[in-house]
Nanobody, 123 residues
Framework: QVQLVESGGGLVQAGESRLLSCAAS????????MGWYRQAPGTQRELVAR???????NYADSVKGRFTISRDNAKNTVYLQMNSLKPEDTAVYYC?????????????????WGQGTQVTVSS
């Protein structure tokens, strides 16, 4: 199994910044693409940003120019730097990883999710 543990959520004022981190551990042979998603109450989960192992990135239009995704493959960690936060960024943020696993299912690719971290932006 693979565990994804997010950290860095909390309450911030509009215009401020916040850094989210997600550390992966467990039966990892290789971390492939990783991403951040978010879900606000009453809405569907949506992609915020995604990064491939080769550091190609894509972002939701709503966060382009404000958020930056990055990763440290040595630490099995992905980050989301959020700047100029707005109240509409309020949501639970989830880490997602495409993992080539070890163990009994060696070499297969599976998708894993973190438990989510709440980000609340007050106006």
């Amino acid at each position: 199994q693979v565990q994804l543990v997010e950290s860095g959520g909390g309450l911030v004022q509009a215009g401020e910044s916040r850094l989210l981190s997600c550390a992966a551990s467990g039966s990892i042979f290789r971390l492939n693409a990783m991403g951040w998603y978010r879900q606000a109450p009453g809405t569907q989960r949506e992609l915020v940003a995604r990064i491939t192992r080769g550091d190609s990135t894509n972002y939701a239009d709503s966060v382009k120019g404000r958020f930056t995704i990055s990763r440290d493959n040595a630490k099995n960690t992905v980050y989301l730097q959020m700047n100029s936060l707005k109240p509409e960024d309020t949501a639970v943020y989830y880490c997602n990883a495409d993992v080539t696993v070890t163990g009994d299912y060696f070499g297969t690719r599976r998708e894993f999710w973190g438990q989510g971290t709440q980000v609340t932006v007050s106006s």
